[in-house]
């Protein structure tokens, strides 16, 4: 379950974050809010994965992760396309969580 609560987490932060642009300083209140009930839930998935996996692999898999998924949001939504550094720079970030999860004998292996 830690896994499907660090998705959920990782998720919901994509959303809150991706509608922090369209809520225009939470000058627009819908956007506003799918901010606040985004991190609200992502902090709560958060929290119940840490009871399982530790605080730093949960950290490094969730801006791993969402890093990925916030730049595609951008370049979906925003027209904000990444060059090919940006591109590089998260292709190693990915790699950096895969030797994270292959290697390091603090992640739990289901």
């Known amino acids: 379950m830690a896994y499907l609560y660090l998705a959920l987490a ?3 932060e994509v959303v809150g974050t991706s509608a922090l642009k369209a809520a225009e300083g939470f000058t627009r209140p819908l956007p506003g809010l799918i ?3 985004g991190y609200g839930a992502a902090f709560y998935f958060m929290s119940l994965t ?3 996996i530790p ?3 949960t950290y490094a ?3 791993g992760v969402g890093i990925v998924l916030i730049t595609l949001a951008g ?3 925003y027209g904000q396309a990444p060059d090919a550094a940006a591109v ?12 994270i999860f292959a290697f390091s004998k603090t992640v739990p292996h289901a």
């Open 50 to 52: 840490l009871k399982t």
């Open 10 to 12: 990782i998720l919901a």
């Open 75 to 77: 370049w979906r939504l």
């Open 35 to 37: 901010v606040v009930l």
């Open 55 to 57: 605080l730093g692999v």
């Open 61 to 63: 898999v969730w801006s």
């Open 88 to 99: 590089a720079g998260m292709a190693l970030i990915v790699l950096g969580v895969v030797v």
